[in-house]
C-alpha cells in the first residue's frame, strides 16, 4: 500500500505539470471600437476654474455623444471639479495628460443607489464613475481622476504620523471615545456602530440608511453589465472605498492604468474584478491601501444565487506595490473563480505577494488557476498563501495587535464549503518574507491539487502545511532565518517534495503532526544539511514520511 500510496504521488505530479504546459491557450477579449465624433466639454459650459461644478455639463456631453451613436467625449487641460458622472453605450470618455477630473467632496452630491458592497446587494453613495447595461464604453487618455477619498474614509491615529493626525482632526469630523480613531462626520461614525450597514434586506429600502449615509463610501469606478470595455491610461487615484471595480462584465480590457490610494486607505483596493468573463489586465501599476488586483465573485448565499464566476481572464505585465496581497483570489467568490492566467508581474513591499483567501459560508470553487514568471520583494508575510480561514481582518497584525490562531474544527461539507483545487504556480522569485508557504485548508475540505514548481525564496519561515490533499512542490530552495522546521505538516496528505534545498545546519527537516498525515514523500534531497530529518508529535508518525 504504501509503495502504491509513493507511487501515486510521482504519477500525480507528473499528471500536474502535463496539465500547466497544456494551458497555452489564452481566452479571446473583444475590444471596443469608436465614432471619430468628439464632444469637447468646454463646448457644454465646463469650466476648468476648480470651482465650477461641471457635473451637469460633462454628463451633457456624454448624451450628446451617445445619441449621436458615439464617439469621443473629450476632457481637455486643466482642473475641473464635477459630481458623479454616468458612462453611456459607445462613449469614450478620453482625459488628456494635463487634465485633472476632479470630485467634489461635498456629500450632497452623491445621491444614495441601489448598488453592491462586498458581494451583497447593498445602498451606497453614487459613485463618481459609473455605468450600467452599456456596451462599447472607454476611459482613456493619460490623465488624472481623484475621487477625493481622503473626505470619506476614517483612519486610525497609529496609521498617520503626528503632523498627520493633528491635521485631520483640525479638519473636522469626530473621535472615537478612545481618540485613536477619526471620522468624516457623525453619519459615518454612526454607520460603524451599526451591523451589516448598507445591506438590502429584510425589506429596507434606500430612505432607511440616510442616518448612515456618509459611511457608505462609493467605489471609484463602477461598471455593471456591460459589454466591451477598455480603461487605458488613466491614473485612478484616491478612491472613497475601491478604487476600479468592474461587476458582471464581459471583454473587459484595463491596461496601462495606475491605481494609487494611501496605504493606509481602508477598503482601497486597486481593482476588484468582480463575476467578470473575458477580460485581461496588463501593463498596469497598483499602490494601495487594501489588495492590489483581486478577483471576486459574490458573497455567501447570494454570491452562490448570482452563480456568476470570474472567469477567463489573463493577469499579465503588472506591478503591484504597496497592497494587502499583489494578486488575490476572494474572499468573496462565492460564485466561483477559474480558467485565470496570471503572468510576468512584480509585487514589491505587498503584506502578502499570491494571496487566496475564503472562509466558511462563502461556498464556491476556485479551480484551475494558472500562475508563472512572479517576482517578489520585501513580502511583510507570505510569500504564497492560500488560507481557508480568512479572518477579514489586515493580513499583518498592527504594533501590539494579538490575534488568535483560527479553532480547528470539522464541520459538514454543505454548499456554503468553498474549495479551492488545481492550482498550478512555477517560476516563483522572492527575496524576503515572513514565511514562504502556508497552504492552510479546513478539516471538512482540504486544499487539493497544487502544485508549485521552480521557487526561489527567501525569508524567514519555511513551509506550513495543514488539511492539504495532493499537493507537489517541486524544485524548491529556500534560504531561511528560521529552520526549526523547515516544514511543518497537519493533517495533510499526499505531499511530494521533489529537489528541494534549504539551509545548511537547519536544525529540523520536517514536522508532522496529527493522525490524518500521511504519504509525505522528500525526493532529490540532501539530507546531510538538517540537524534532524523527521519529528512527528499529536498522532502523526515519522513513518508517514518517505525519504528516497
Known amino acids: ?24 491557450t489564452l481566452p479571446t477579449v473583444l475590444s471596443t471600437q469608436f465614432k471619430k465624433d468628439t464632444f469637447n466639454i468646454q463646448k457644454f459650459g465646463a469650466v476648468a476654474d476648480g470651482i465650477t461644478l461641471n457635473t451637469k455639463s460633462i454628463n451633457d456631453a456624454i448624451t450628446a455623444c451617445n445619441k449621436n451613436g458615439g464617439g469621443v467625449v473629450l476632457i481637455t487641460g486643466g482642473y475641473w471639479l464635477t459630481g458623479p458622472i454616468v458612462l453611456q453605450s ?31 446587494p447593498a445602498v451606497r453613495n453614487q459613485s463618481p464613475i459609473s455605468a450600467n447595461n452599456a456596451e462599447n464604453i472607454a476611459i482613456t487618455g493619460s490623465g488624472i481622476v481623484d475621487g477625493n477619498g481622503d473626505a470619506w474614509r476614517a483612519v486610525k491615529k497609529e496609521k498617520l504620523n503626528e503632523t498627520q493626525w493633528k491635521n485631520k482632526i483640525a479638519s473636522g469630523g469626530l473621535l472615537s471615545d478612545d481618540k485613536k480613531t477619526w471620522y468624516p462626520s457623525a453619519k459615518s461614525f454612526k454607520g460603524f456602530q451599526t451591523k451589516e450597514p448598507g445591506v438590502l434586506k429584510d425589506g429596507k429600502t434606500k430612505k432607511d440608511f440616510e442616518d448612515i449615509k456618509d459611511f457608505l463610501r462609493p467605489n471609484l469606478v463602477v461598471l455593471t453589465n456591460c459589454k466591451r470595455v477598455l480603461l487605458d491610461g488613466i491614473t485612478f487615484q484616491n478612491s472613497p472605498a475601491w478604487c476600479l471595480h ?38 498596469s501599476t497598483f499602490d494601495v491601501g487594501d489588495d492590489g488586483i483581486c478577483i471576486k465573485s459574490g458573497r455567501d448565499a447570494e454570491g452562490r444565487k448570482r ?51 475564503t472562509a466558511r459560508g462563502r461556498g464556491g470553487i476556485v479551480e484551475n488557476i494558472f500562475v508563472k514568471n512572479i517576482n517578489m520583494k520585501d513580502i511583510v508575510g507570505e510569500a504564497i498563501l492560500f488560507d481557508m480561514y480568512y479572518m477579514a481582518k489586515d493580513p499583518v497584525p498592527l504594533a501590539g495587535e494579538i490575534r488568535e490562531t483560527p479553532k480547528v474544527e470539522l464541520f459538514p461539507v454543505t454548499e456554503a464549503t468553498p474549495q479551492f483545487k488545481n492550482f498550478f504556480v512555477k517560476n516563483i522569485v522572492c527575496d524576503g518574507a515572513e ?56 493533517n495533510s496528505n499526499k505531499i511530494l517534495f521533489d529537489k528541494l534545498m534549504f539551509n545548511e545546519g537547519a536544525e529540523l527537516l520536517v514536522n508532522v503532526i496529527g493522525e490524518k498525515t500521511d504519504h509525505i514523500k522528500l525526493k532529490n534531497v540532501d539530507l546531510s544539511k538538517a540537524k534532524n530529518k523527521v519529528k512527528a508529535d499529536l498522532g502523526a508518525k515519522e513513518s508517514s514520511v518517505v525519504i528516497e
Request: hydrophobic share 40%; charged share 20%; net charge positive.
Open 90 to 120: 459607445n462613449v469614450n470618455l478620453h482625459i488628456n495628460r494635463d487634465a485633472v477630473l476632479q470630485f467634489s467632496s461635498d456629500f450632497n452630491q452623491y445621491p444614495l443607489v441601489d448598488g453592491n458592497w462586498e458581494g451583497l
Open 246 to 283: 468592474p461587476l458582471m462584465c464581459e471583454d473587459l480590457i484595463v491596461r496601462n492604468v495606475y491605481a494609487k490610494n494611501p496605504w493606509y486607505a481602508q477598503n482601497g483596493d486597486g481593482i476588484d474584478i468582480e463575476s467578470c468573463k473575458n477580460f485581461i489586465l496588463e501593463n
Open 307 to 357: 452563480g456568476k464566476p470570474t472567469e477567463n481572464g489573463i493577469i499579465r505585465k503588472n506591478i503591484v506595490y504597496h497592497a494587502h496581497g499583489g494578486f488575490v483570489i476572494g474572499s468573496e467568490m462565492s460564485g466561483g473563480a477559474k480558467n485565470l492566467y496570471v503572468s510576468n508581474c512584480t509585487f514589491i513591499g505587498t503584506d502578502v505577494g499570491l494571496r487566496f483567501k
Open 435 to 490: 514565511k514562504a508557504i502556508l497552504i492552510r485548508g479546513l478539516p471538512e475540505m482540504s486544499i487539493k491539487n497544487i502544485s508549485l514548481e521552480h521557487l526561489v525564496i527567501k525569508a524567514k519561515k519555511g513551509i506550513d502545511c495543514q488539511d492539504a490533499e495532493n499537493i507537489t512542490i517541486k524544485d524548491l530552495r529556500l534560504v531561511l532565518s528560521e529552520t526549526n522546521p523547515v516544514i511543518n505538516i497537519r
Open 1 to 24: 500500500m504504501k509503495r502504491f500510496c509513493q507511487s501515486f504521488l510521482t504519477l500525480f505530479a507528473s499528471f500536474l505539470i502535463v496539465q500547466f504546459s497544456k494551458a497555452q
